[in-house]
């Protein structure tokens, strides 16, 4: 696990979107899978910038969906795929048999993972599978207890997933469950990057960094991971003993 620490989010966004921007530029057909969430969207624009103005081309590569909330699809204003819609498909106009997302309404959700865990492992590995990290350390919705052993999965939410997750949305909405790639599959894709920004994150940031792993924290697995980089703002950095470079 590589730990970078960089002065804002900006710098944090932008050390995210030239490590893949360069990385896509070697490896033109790429598998690559981003999240959604506050957290990303810096690095998003900057990537979609980077496509416009040519000087990444996307154009063959691959996504994947990371997760999304059952019940929602992209009509679902606050869903994970209509913010990948609009902060990054639709602006590089990634065609549609390029994007393989979760159909959280589906009616068998168990088939709906079995169609995505084949998806990936037909073009996969995933090359570069981006996340964030949730205030109770969970990585997509892989919630606290989630077993490192998993792809893809549907998942009760944790009470504190519940809460934080009503910014997404304009009113109180009712969540239950999500539907989400396995921690089994960060840790086959061949980079894994966690992005963290915010004075809120940095007690969570330190406990699955500088604390057990475990999968009551599914963060902590970047510890374990082959290739994980993990890149952070100051303030989310804050809580670490050990500092990164
Ligand atoms: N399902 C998403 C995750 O994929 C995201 O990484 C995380 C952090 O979100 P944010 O970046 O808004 O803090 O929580 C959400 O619930």
Redesign the pocket.
Known sequence: MKISIFPDYQEMSRAAADFVAKYVNKHPRSLLCF??????TGTLQLLVQYGLEKKVDFSQCRFVG??EWVGMDEHTPGS?KQYMYTHFFHPLHIPKENIVFFDAKATDLAQECKRIDQSIFEHGPIDIML????LNG?I??NEPGSSFDLYAHVRDLDAV?IE??QKYFTSETLLKQ?ITLGIKHLLEAKTAILIASGSKKASIIAKALEGEISNKVPASVFQIHPNGLVMLDKEAASGLTLKGN
């Open positions: 999240p959604s969430g506050d957290t990303p990371l997760d994970c996340v964030g990290v949730g969970h997509g919705l997933t934080t997750a999500g």
